[in-house]
C-alpha cells in the first residue's frame, strides 16, 4: 500500500494539477459468458502523452500501473489492477485533491464505484445499474461503446445477448409448446365444461 506522506508535497500537487488537466477516471464494460454476470466491470485511471518523462513520475511516485507506447507515438500510463486504484490511486488524490469542479466530481464518482466494485455488488443487476446511473454522471456523459440499455439488457437474456428480452407475466416465463409436446398437452388438457 501507498505511503501518501513520503510523497513530497510539491511533487504530489504537481502530479495532481497535471491530472487535473490531462487525466481520465473511467468505468469498462466488458461482454463475458460465464455464468456470474454477463459483464466484466473494471476501473481504469490514464494519461496519455507524447513525452514518456513526466508518466514515469506518476509510475514511480504511485508505485503501480503500466507505461506502453501506441502506434502513433503517445504513451500511456495507466491503472486498472482494483487492488491498486483502492490503496494507491484514490489515497493520493485524495491527499493532493484537484482544483477543477469537473475532475472532483469525475474522482468521486471513481471512489464510489470501486467502493461498490469492492463491495462485489457489480455482480448482481442491481449494482450494474447503480454503476450505469454513475458512469452517466462522470466525463459528462461521454461516448461509449455500450449504452445503458445493452448493459442491462443482457441481464434479462445473457445467453442470448442480441435477442429481445424474455417475456414475463406474474412471474411466470412463458413459451410456445412445438411438435408433440403441443399435441400431448392438447390430449391430457381437461374436457370443456358445459356445452354438449
Known amino acids: 500500500m501507498l505511503n501518501v506522506r513520503e510523497i513530497p508535497p510539491n511533487l504530489g500537487h504537481y502530479l495532481a494539477g497535471f491530472t487535473d488537466g490531462e487525466g481520465s477516471f473511467n468505468v469498462s464494460f466488458r461482454p463475458r459468458d460465464d455464468y456470474k454476470s454477463p459483464w466484466k466491470i473494471s476501473l481504469c485511471f490514464n494519461i496519455s502523452q507524447r513525452d514518456p518523462v513526466i508518466l514515469a513520475l506518476f509510475k514511480r511516485h504511485l508505485r503501480c500501473g503500466t507505461m506502453r507506447q501506441r502506434h502513433d507515438g503517445v504513451w500511456y500510463y495507466e491503472v486498472n489492477n482494483l487492488a491498486a486504484i483502492v490503496e494507491n490511486v ?107
Open 90 to 196: 484514490i489515497p493520493f488524490f485524495e491527499r493532493f485533491g484537484f482544483l477543477s469542479a469537473k475532475k472532483k466530481r469525475d474522482f468521486s464518482k471513481f471512489v464510489q464505484l470501486a467502493e461498490l466494485i469492492r463491495q462485489g455488488r457489480h455482480h448482481r443487476r442491481e449494482g450494474v445499474e447503480e454503476i450505469v446511473k454513475i458512469r452517466r454522471e462522470m466525463s459528462d456523459g461521454g461516448k461509449r461503446r455500450y449504452s445503458d440499455e445493452e448493459i442491462l439488457g443482457r441481464f434479462k437474456n445473457p445467453q442470448r445477448p442480441y435477442a429481445g428480452p424474455v417475456a414475463e407475466s406474474h412471474g411466470m416465463i412463458w413459451s410456445d409448446l412445438h411438435g408433440d409436446m403441443q399435441s400431448a398437452t392438447e390430449m391430457s388438457a381437461p374436457p370443456p365444461t358445459g356445452g354438449k
